[in-house]
């Protein structure tokens, strides 16, 4: 076992770790893997120990044995057969030039005994064309090769994608265990501490991110998108303008792209709080403004459009 309580952001999922464990040694994975959950869930986190495991001189361990050269090399960013890709910091999308090139190299002969992994690393950034490059290598994984894909929307990748993969996804924790972490591990007020854990859905990295993003302000920042999601609101605050608000105060950095990723994280926010409602239509309209998000729709209207989706409240009428 890796330790996975010690193991930020995969504390609580032991149980989790012991039925992939089980399964390392029984029927064994695919070789070509999807990873999914919503962000801060620990998907990085859990291909990379995959990844370690597949490698690892001593195979069968989930996460490895942590001490032989592969392993440290992993560890250390050194694997030449650990091949990473994800989308560039300023890009829209992963360009398929490199999804291209990835695939070149996973066909090089790998330097241990136990082939290549290609860790690809929020899938749902590959385009259409770039997933569609993509078939080949996930059909026919030469010389013992695997694949590991993350993704926060397994809905973004194509049909002929996901037939190729075994899909995992990664539990949710109790929000009590998330609440729990955030009183004994950070010093959030119990009071507060619900209100974040609720943010969270489960997902303890979500509720961490909101604490390195928001800094001790989050609260304030926070409390106003509930408002908004509130089913009856003739009164409060304006989703688009709230939203704004947050994009305005929170520094983000990089270029239009992050903002489009912080924005997505803060869409997955809206998501939960609606969810705690009991406001499952409005859900949907929020993962349809990610995928407006995703392309190259100009922000403002995006936001006004879910402002307006969301006042409608069709969870009550209909
Ligand atoms: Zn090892």
Not at 146 to 154: A, D, E
Request: hydrophobic letters at 40%; proline letters at 6%; aromatic letters at 6%.
């Amino acid at each position: 076992m890796m330790g996975a309580s010690k193991n930020f952001p995969l504390q609580g999922l032991d149980a989790f770790f012991h039925s992939l464990q089980d399964r390392l040694e029984g029927a064994g994975f695919h070789p070509a893997l999807s990873l999914s959950g919503p962000f801060g869930v620990g998907k990085k986190t859990l291909a990379y120990s995959l990844a370690r495991g597949f490698l690892c001189a001593t195979p069968g361990k989930l996460g490895g044995c942590g001490t032989c050269p592969s392993c440290r090399d992993v560890d250390r960013g050194m694997s030449v057969d650990l091949l990473v890709l994800e989308r560039p910091v300023g890009k829209r999308n992963i360009p398929v030039k490199m999804v291209r090139e990835l695939l070149g190299s996973m066909q090089i002969a790998s330097q241990g005994d136990h082939g290549k992994v290609a860790l690809l690393l929020g899938a749902e950034a590959l385009g259409i064309e770039g997933q569609n490059s993509l078939l080949k290598g996930l059909e026919e994984p030469e010389g013992g090769n695997r694949w590991i894909l993350t993704t926060t929307r397994p809905e973004a990748l194509l049909p002929t994608v996901r037939s190729r993969v075994q899909q995992l996804q990664i539990p949710l924790l109790p929000l009590s265990a998330v609440k729990e972490s955030l009183v004994s591990l950070r010093g959030i007020l119990p009071a507060d501490a619900d209100f974040l854990a609720e943010l969270s859905g489960g997902s303890m990295g979500k509720a961490y991110w909101v604490l390195d993003h928001f800094g001790s302000d989050w609260k304030s920042l926070l409390l106003p998108l509930k408002e908004c999601c509130e089913p009856d609101r003739s009164r409060g605050p304006d989703l688009a303008i709230a939203l704004e608000e947050i994009l305005q105060k929170v520094p983000i950095e990089g270029g239009a792209s992050e903002k489009r990723s912080f924005l997505d994280a803060l869409f997955q926010l809206l998501t939960e709080i609606l969810r705690q409602m009991g406001r499952f239509e409005a859900c949907d309209r929020v993962l349809e403004a990610r995928e407006l998000l995703s392309r190259s729709i100009p922000l403002t209207p995006v936001l006004r459009k879910l402002a307006v989706d969301l006042s409608m409240n069709p969870d009550l009428n209909g």
